[in-house]
């Protein structure tokens, strides 16, 4: 594990490498645990009810979610199963710790499993009432190809390639910089069984 990295831009930082093999197959062990009692769904558009090619769950007190009548929204349960969410496991509310610079605990982690085809449009993360806290990323599996632009849909994009184990932090500044998942690079990793990746996204939803 290293607290070093890069910072892109002011609340803009990228970690990669931040957890080793060792502590990726121990996150992955916790998904895997957390997915077992909430299981991935798909989530639709607001209003075209469009399934996107990401699946998805939560862990936390509160967990973001979207569907064709409701839109996109926080809540405490499960969609289709209607229970709690799992809490979220230790190492990561040590990574919130380690990284955030924020005193509260995150209430949401937004768990997202890309399949090879899928991808993400670029987009910002704004349903969260507290925007003083940062949106704290992890990457596991395949890499992909993560754009991230400024605060302005039109403003000019980056593009980096994100591994296992990497880590992004997107605050102050940078609270509402446009990003998104152009492409999964499958087969670039051996954490998963299966080809894909998981990405973590902790999150403060509330002052
Ligand atoms: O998969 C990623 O790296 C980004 C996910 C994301 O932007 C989100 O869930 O809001
Ligand atoms: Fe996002």
């Known amino acids: 594990m290293t607290?070093?990295?890069?910072?892109?831009?002011?609340?803009l930082r990228y970690v990669p490498d931040?957890?080793?093999?060792?502590?990726?197959?121990?996150?992955?062990?916790?998904?895997?645990?957390?997915?077992?009692?909430?299981?991935?769904?798909v989530p639709r558009m607001p209003k075209t009810g469009k399934a996107m090619s990401v699946r998805m769950t939560n862990c936390g007190a509160l967990g973001w979610v979207t569907d064709k009548d409701?839109?996109?929204?926080?809540?405490?349960?499960?969609?289709?199963?209607g229970r709690p969410w799992p809490a979220i496991p230790q190492t990561l509310l040590g990574l919130w710790e380690a990284v955030s610079g924020f005193a509260k605990p995150p209430e949401a982690c937004l768990v997202?499993?890309?399949d090879p085809e899928a991808k993400?449009?670029?987009?910002?993360?704004?349903?969260?009432?507290d925007l003083a806290a940062p949106v704290v990323s992890v990457s596991l599996g395949d890499q992909c190809?993560?754009?991230?632009?400024?605060?302005?849909?039109?403003?000019?994009?980056?593009?980096?390639?994100?591994?296992s184990g990497d880590v992004f932090v997107f605050g102050?500044?940078?609270?509402?910089?446009?990003?998104?998942?152009?492409r999964i690079y499958p087969?670039?990793?051996?954490?998963?069984r299966n080809p894909g990746r998981i990405n973590l996204t902790l999150r403060r939803v509330n002052p």
């Open 3 to 11: 607290e070093t990295g890069h910072d892109l831009a002011p609340g």
């Open 18 to 41: 931040h957890f080793d093999r060792a502590a990726q197959e121990a996150l992955v062990a916790a998904i895997r645990a957390v997915v077992a009692d909430a299981p991935l769904y």
């Open 70 to 81: 409701n839109g996109y929204r926080y809540q405490p349960t499960h969609p289709e199963t």
């Open 112 to 114: 997202n499993f890309y």
């Open 120 to 129: 993400m449009g670029l987009h910002q993360d704004r349903d969260e009432t």
């Open 145 to 163: 190809l993560f754009r991230v632009g400024g605060t302005s849909r039109s403003d000019p994009t980056r593009s980096f390639r994100l591994s």
């Open 172 to 182: 102050g500044e940078s609270r509402l910089i446009f990003h998104g998942v152009d």
């Open 187 to 192: 087969g670039t990793s051996t954490l998963l």
